[in-house]
């Protein structure tokens, strides 16, 4: 465990497990790093794996202020991360928001970066005023009812419930880590990151000129992501789209085998390809 400080002064909480070129996981809303353990414990063998908690999710600091949650600063932490831990040249597995975080990064310091796995991205991308009104419904429901009321209202949701058909345990841990997490921190969190992030589509021409090895993965049942993924197969150069069937939103919950399997996979192809051309 560690802590490493962004450039504003937050402290995120980190965990690191085992050796070789460095991955780094970025959570979705509703997850943190423990969202991550199953696949720590699948490629910490080969790889050094590192996965954080995002700012305004216990232990990391929970800042008082809205203006302190935006899409710009969630990226800029995953720097601070990849910085203040040495970890060189990254490759980055994002899920949901976590996903849309790796995206930004990568196209901003590109040259930090081995390779990215983006696994259920772009909700809201195709109804944005919408996806707005329902992040701040989100924050209401959270400050007025707490972390176990938006657990239970998440967990009901159409792209969640494989997850508790599959797993049940899983489910249960998935509801139980949501419910201790910082009201505060997740509303803000939903307002500032959330509810202000533009739709995937806006950076088509940044997306198109990015030369970063990319996989997509997708459940077949997460509606809301189903065209922003294919949106990022046709205008990502080589980006690789993976379509898991009868799999909703959580995909490294509900399949965490299969998702091993590709995103390892992808990864060592990744560095052998560094190793040929040095």
């Given at each position: 465990?560690?802590?490493?400080?962004?450039?504003?002064?937050?402290?995120?909480?980190?965990?690191?497990?085992?050796?070789?070129?460095?991955?780094?996981?970025?959570?979705?809303?509703?997850?943190?790093?423990?969202?991550?353990?199953?696949?720590?414990?699948?490629?910490?063998?080969?790889?050094?794996?590192?996965?954080?908690?995002a700012r305004g999710y216990p232990p990391s600091d929970v800042p008082a202020s809205v203006a302190s949650y935006s899409q710009e600063k969630a990226t800029n932490d995953i720097g601070a991360v990849v910085e203040r831990l040495a970890l060189g040249r990254v490759h980055l597995v994002g899920v949901s928001m976590g996903a849309a975080s790796v995206l930004q990064f990568a196209l901003t310091q590109s040259a930090h970066v081995l390779s990215v796995t983006l696994v259920g991205i772009g909700t809201g991308s195709d109804d944005p005023?919408?996806?707005?009104?329902?992040?701040?419904?989100?924050?209401?429901?959270?400050?007025?009812?707490?972390?176990?009321?938006?657990?239970?209202?998440?967990?009901?949701?159409?792209?969640?419930?494989?997850?508790?058909?599959?797993?049940?345990?899983?489910?249960?841990?998935?509801?139980?880590?949501?419910?201790?997490?910082?009201?505060?921190?997740?509303?803000?969190?939903?307002?500032?990151?959330?509810?202000?992030?533009?739709?995937?589509?806006?950076?088509?021409?940044?997306?198109?000129?990015?030369?970063?090895?990319?996989?997509?993965?997708?459940?077949?049942?997460?509606?809301?992501?189903?065209?922003?993924?294919?949106?990022?197969?046709?205008?990502?150069?080589?980006?690789?789209?993976?379509?898991?069937?009868?799999?909703?939103?959580?995909?490294?919950?509900?399949?965490?085998?299969?998702?091993?399997?590709?995103?390892?996979?992808?990864?060592?192809?990744?560095?052998?390809?560094?190793?040929?051309?040095?």
């Amino acid at each position: 465990m560690s802590q490493v400080a962004t450039d504003d002064g937050v402290k995120l909480y980190c965990e690191e497990r085992g050796a070789g070129s460095a991955v780094v996981f970025v959570h979705e809303f509703a997850g943190s790093c423990r969202s991550f353990d199953a696949q720590v414990e699948a490629f910490h063998a080969r790889h050094r794996c590192v996965a954080f908690n995002a700012r305004g999710y216990p232990p990391s600091d929970v800042p008082a202020s809205v203006a302190s949650y935006s899409q710009e600063k969630a990226t800029n932490d995953i720097g601070a991360v990849v910085e203040r831990l040495a970890l060189g040249r990254v490759h980055l597995v994002g899920v949901s928001m976590g996903a849309a975080s790796v995206l930004q990064f990568a196209l901003t310091q590109s040259a930090h970066v081995l390779s990215v796995t983006l696994v259920g991205i772009g909700t809201g991308s195709d109804d944005p005023a919408e996806f707005r009104a329902g992040a701040e419904a989100n924050a209401r429901t959270i400050e007025s009812g707490g972390m176990a009321a938006f657990a239970e209202t998440a967990g009901k949701a159409p792209n969640r419930y494989r997850l508790k058909d599959k797993n049940p345990a899983e489910f249960r841990r998935f509801l139980a880590q949501l419910s201790a997490m910082s009201p505060l921190g997740h509303a803000s969190t939903m307002r500032g990151v959330q509810g202000r992030r533009p739709p995937l589509y806006t950076y088509e021409k940044r997306i198109a000129a990015l030369r970063v090895p990319a996989l997509v993965v997708v459940g077949e049942e997460d509606a809301g992501c189903r065209k922003p993924s294919a949106f990022l197969e046709r205008t990502l150069p080589g980006a690789k789209l993976h379509v898991l069937p009868k799999t909703g939103h959580a995909v490294n919950l509900e399949e965490p085998a299969e998702f091993n399997r590709l995103c390892l996979g992808f990864i060592d192809e990744v560095d052998e390809a560094a190793r040929r051309h040095g």
